[in-house]
């Protein structure tokens, strides 16, 4: 934030009177007429404020997001301490859960843990970016997850909130179901549907539940996810 101070054109006459007039006999402001006089400025002089313009959220980079220490160990990405975790080794442990726990149970966990990652990556943004309304917050949700490297949103595709759904490519949980478990009979895109879950309902401050309808792990082309609050789905949609 940076502030214009204004040069006051009265003390300059001031100053200016009594060097013209009083030269060989110099008069000075007391401490009294001084005080005045700054109160005079202050009152008939308001500094002017410059601040930063709002980044949108469709401009948003990783130069905006991303702090890397110089001398490593320490990522931030929106303030907040990060890890780089290879998308692989995530397969695998999604592979591990599935084969001693169940797809249930598997489902169940990486559903809560994706969603609080989606809360946690809010009120992350909250701290740090002011936009005004909620469409502004619908928008920047896919664009964060995309920077987070999850997927790639389908050109022109709206957000999970609007009637049509987000439509999905690239996403990175069906690329490891796939290639550690086999296609699958439903979604499997567990982790992003609770992330998205979370961010929207921190964001929105209303509790919306994500489903995914299609997916690549199915052999779609694309993923397709709908989001929804629990009075818009029916309420066995919305504890899945």
Request: glycine share 8%; net charge negative; proline share 4%.
């Amino acid at each position: 934030m940076w502030f214009l101070a204004w040069c006051a054109p009265s003390a300059f006459l001031i100053s200016k009177r009594h060097t013209e007039k009083e030269t060989n006999n110099c008069s000075y402001l007391t401490a009294h007429q001084t005080a005045a006089l700054a109160n005079s400025i202050k009152t008939r002089y308001t500094p002017i404020t410059l601040t930063e313009p709002v980044i949108r959220p469709d401009e948003l980079t990783h130069a905006e997001l991303l702090e890397l220490a110089p001398e490593g160990g320490l990522i931030r990405f929106a303030g907040q301490r990060a890890l780089l975790i290879d998308a692989t080794a995530m397969g695998v442990l999604r592979q591990y859960l599935v084969e001693n726990f169940g797809l249930v149970a598997t489902r169940a966990v990486l559903t809560q843990f994706g969603f609080a990652h989606g809360w946690r990556m809010a009120e992350a943004l909250q701290e740090q970016f002011k936009w005004s309304s909620e469409g502004e917050w619908r928008q920047a949700g896919p664009r964060i997850h995309a920077l987070e490297g999850l997927f790639r949103g389908q050109p022109g595709s709206e957000d999970p909130l609007s009637a049509k759904g987000a439509t999905l490519r690239s996403s990175y949980e069906a690329e490891q179901h796939l290639l550690h478990l086999g296609g699958a009979d439903s979604p499997v895109c567990w982790t992003i549907s609770g992330l998205i879950s979370g961010y929207l309902s921190c964001a929105t401050g209303k509790e919306i539940f994500v489903l995914e309808d299609r997916c690549l792990g199915q052999g779609h082309a694309a993923c397709h996810l709908l989001g929804r609050t629990r009075e818009l789905w029916s309420d066995e949609l919305a504890i899945e």
